[in-house]
């Protein structure tokens, strides 16, 4: 679209809503981190069981997403869905800011993993192909799963001392666990060697994670969490993060198996394709800094007096500095976040029937939880789509996606309903914040449920489709050699085999694996 059309958004129709939505994005992300500090909450998980839980379908295109957001931070989170195409699945991803280059890497990245999955050229028994579909997504993660094992050796010492300085009797044994793990992530991190002693050092400690599902290490973590010294247990809480999120890669690479052998057909002809990122872009922000000036643009309708007292006692708790430290923030460039992103060009593309979805499941997967805005853009009445539960944790930095004077009114009346839907959350989720001081979010925006409870819900597909491994390798020809030890070897992969794979294309961010 051109730069002239481009000045002629709807949202200079509506700034007035607009400008509101910022400050109650502000205001809200600086009263809860004054109602933290008024209680003294350094560290919360929020609340994990909001929500349905997931099926085994939206289990796996979530799993997809997952291992397509490959960087600690918000710019490579990632959105997917399915949709039913002529000849086979077809999925669309989104990501929150990626560049072109950085988003066709991506989807080779899928186009050879699925082909991979499905075919499992090398005749793998069930065990030995999870484990080599591990290795693939641990490689093609590096640059985040570099930063978890670098925080784990942290958090793991940090724990270690305070077992060693309280030296309770029953520190002893889980002492001895956690300088087990400690030992475990203590390896080169050297991705540059064709030796691939990375991942296997890598697998060889989620293993080990894997493991501590069935001994005291899990009870341990979480009886320490729920202790009342504040200091101690963010440790634990960061330890059973951290753990947690290593885990997840094991958990897709038995998800996306399971899913192959359950349902081949998603994964045979299946074409691959990408949306642009929406550039960044600077929207504007409070002209002032004052608190009244500030509420008295959030709930225009309300009568600031009234919340005189609950607005003192927030700044006894740093408000005025939080707003400030958040308007800071706002000043920076807003990015629309990938499954919004995703369900507008869905939208535009009239792709709002269940009839348009594999199996009918109008779900967009995310790499992690939403944010509490776009829980709320999907929880407007105009919206059919479904997404994961919502962390609730509040970015200035999110906006809308743009919508055009020359878009027809049926689009223009979707995103003012949508955004007085949104305002109408905010504003009630403000007043109980001012009125309650009570925090509602998560210091993590990924999940953080202990390894224990995510494995029980991520190897759901994986039981269902065991009787379907025993019938597939009892009738298929399997290897002339089988490997060493199934149970705890890799095999090694040829780097040609696995860095080359050929992808028929018929566009740019469109491509078919074979």
């Not at 579909?133 to 724990?159: A, H, M, Q, S």
């Not at 030992?183 to 002693?197: E, G, I, P």
């Not at 101690?232 to 198996?257: C, D, F, K, T």
């Not at 308007?327 to 460039?333: E, G, I, P």
Request: proline share 4%; hydrophobic share 35%.
């Amino acid at each position: 679209m051109s730069s002239s059309s481009a000045s002629h958004l709807t949202t200079s129709l509506n700034r007035a809503a607009l400008e509101q939505l910022s400050h109650l994005c502000i205001l809200l992300a600086a009263a809860n981190k004054s109602c933290m500090k008024r209680d003294g909450i350094k560290y919360a998980s929020g609340d994990s069981g909001k929500g349905a839980p997931l099926t085994e379908f939206q289990q796996y295109l979530s799993k997809l997403a997952l291992i397509c957001d490959t960087e600690k931070g918000k710019f490579t989170m990632t959105a997917l869905a399915c949709l039913e195409g002529a000849k086979g699945p077809e999925y669309v991803f989104a990501s929150n800011y990626r560049k072109p280059m950085e988003l066709e890497d991506t989807k080779k990245f899928l186009e050879r993993l699925l082909d991979y999955i499905v075919t499992n050229p090398e005749k793998h028994k069930p065990k030995t192909h999870k484990k080599q579909v591990l290795w693939r997504i641990l490689e093609f993660n590096f640059g985040k799963l570099d930063y978890y094992l670098g925080t784990l050796v942290t958090v793991l010492d940090c724990c270690i001392n305070e077992c060693e300085v309280r030296r309770r009797p029953a520190d002893h044994q889980i002492l001895n666990r956690l300088y087990e793990l400690r030992n475990k992530v203590n390896f080169s991190r050297d991705m540059t060697t064709n030796d691939f002693q990375m991942q296997v050092d890598c697998e060889t400690l989620i293993k080990a994670i894997h493991a501590s599902n069935n001994d005291s290490l899990e009870m341990v973590i979480e009886s320490r969490i729920k202790e009342e010294h504040a200091g101690a247990s963010e440790n634990w809480y960061e330890l059973r993060h951290y753990l947690g999120r290593l885990h997840s890669y094991r958990q897709a690479s038995e998800v996306l198996v399971a899913a192959s052998i359950k349902w081949p057909e998603l994964f045979k002809n299946a074409r691959i394709s990408y949306i642009s990122s929406a550039r960044p872009k600077h929207i504007p922000v409070p002209k002032s800094s004052s608190i009244n000036d500030i509420v008295s643009v959030a709930l225009p309708e309300y009568d600031v007096p009234n919340l005189d007292a609950d607005i003192a006692e927030l700044e006894a708790f740093n408000l005025g500095e939080e707003i400030r430290q958040q308007l800071q923030k706002r000043r920076m460039t807003t990015l629309i976040h990938g499954e919004v992103q995703l369900h507008n060009y869905l939208v535009q593309r009239r792709k709002i029937n269940s009839s348009d979805f594999w199996s009918g499941s109008m779900f967009i997967a995310t790499s992690k939880p939403s944010c509490r805005l776009c829980h709320y853009y999907f929880d407007s009445p105009t919206n059919d789509f479904k997404i994961q539960a919502s962390h609730m944790n509040i970015y200035p930095k999110w906006r809308l996606p743009d919508i055009y004077e020359n878009q027809n009114e049926e689009a223009k009346e979707r995103f003012e309903k949508v955004v007085e839907h949104i305002i109408e959350k905010m504003q009630h989720d403000l007043l109980q914040a001012f009125q309650n001081k009570v925090w509602d979010g998560k210091r993590h925006d990924s999940r953080t449920d202990s390894h224990r409870r995510m494995w029980t819900r991520a190897t759901n597909l994986s039981r269902d489709t065991a009787e379907k491994e025993v019938q597939r390798e009892r009738y298929s020809p399997g290897p002339a050699t089988p490997p060493p030890d199934d149970d705890e070897s890799y095999e090694r992969i040829s780097r040609d085999n696995y860095n080359t794979g050929d992808t028929e294309s018929d566009g740019i961010g469109v491509g078919f694996a074979k």
